[in-house]
């Protein structure tokens, strides 16, 4: 949809270019609030079309229409949140938030399928969208996970956040404050990138040589391993614990696949594993490393979560 600014001047709107401009951030909010790129999108449309639905007049009356967006898109994604829960309790197996690929991996061609739009692209991969923090985020209350988002990732004032979330500036900072304790109680300390890299990479080597006492020992003895396949594909449906049960299960898995390839990618920002058949993506796993052992691995098998890892 385009606007001219004059009669037969050829420009476009510049407020149609600046509302247009708000896309990015509101696809970045969307997916870390919902844990999904498709109901991401979803929103930014609803949002969009809540716009275009209203008058020109009631459109100039509107002081910051980014700030407008924002409001309506943190609503929609808190009613949603609302309603989560008891999809969720529909949802075949456990549910893990869609994984992203990296942006440079998405340009050179290796998560494929024709497909233009690059969601890596579209979000901005920082510590707010690895694995292990979307997760945490799932155990938050809606307003909790809101309030968090938009003050801690999108620097957005208490005040700003209590007119999208219904509650007073101070009732949104003690949800702030309660969501940053949740995070702090769930995540161990940070291990250094290029030591996150090696273990997952030596996680891979071991995989791939069925080398169960090495995967061993690179998992934590509490290791917990945690699959999804949202009916759609076969995944065990509950958590898998302790790393000798997650090793031999592994080791499984690949004797039953001689034809799998087992590739290093960059999943949410941090190394990850992408297994393929016949050129086709059949598993994105995630992991979180603590210290020099793996305590989570998240293994995303739902097709409809692959579709930007999945090959031509």
Not at 118 to 137: C, G, H, K, Q, Y
Not at 168 to 181: D, I, V
Not at 241 to 257: H, M, N, S, T, W
């Amino acid at each position: 949809m385009t606007t001219r600014s004059g009669p037969g001047d050829g420009r476009l709107d510049p407020s149609l270019s600046a509302i247009m401009s708000e896309r990015r951030k509101l696809i970045n909010l969307a997916y870390r609030l919902l844990g999904s790129l498709a109901d991401a999108e979803d929103v930014v449309q609803e949002t969009y079309a809540r716009w275009y639905t209203m008058s020109q007049r009631q459109q100039e009356a509107i002081e910051s229409p980014g700030a407008w967006l924002t409001k309506v898109a943190g609503r929609i994604c808190l009613d949603l949140l609302g309603s989560a829960r008891a999809r969720r309790e529909r949802y075949v197996g456990e549910w893990i938030p869609e994984p992203l690929p990296d942006r440079q991996e998405w340009i050179n061609g290796r998560s494929g399928g024709g497909t233009t739009a690059d969601p890596a692209d579209r979000v901005t991969l920082d510590e707010s969208i690895n694995m292990a923090f979307l997760v945490v985020l799932e155990s938050m209350t809606p307003a909790e996970r809101v309030a968090l988002i938009l003050h801690d990732v999108f620097r957005y004032s208490f005040a700003e956040v209590a007119e999208i979330v219904g509650r007073t500036p101070a009732a949104c900072r003690r949800l702030a404050s309660s969501a940053r304790r949740r995070i702090r109680d769930s995540q161990p300390p940070a291990t250094p990138a290029a030591q996150r890299a090696g273990i997952v990479r030596d996680f891979k080597q071991a995989w791939e040589a069925k080398d169960i006492e090495a995967l061993i020992g690179l998992l934590d003895p509490d290791a917990t391993a945690i699959a999804d396949g949202g009916g759609l594909a076969t995944a065990v449906l509950h958590p898998i614990e302790g790393g000798e049960q997650i090793a031999r299960l592994l080791v499984d898995l690949v004797g039953k696949a001689p034809n799998l390839t087992i590739l290093e990618r960059t999943v949410n920002g941090q190394p990850g594993l992408v297994a393929q058949q016949d050129g086709v993506t059949v598993v994105v796993m995630a992991f979180d490393v603590a210290g020099d052992r793996i305590k989570h691995i998240w293994a995303v098998r739902n097709p409809e979560k692959l579709r930007p890892w999945t090959t031509g």
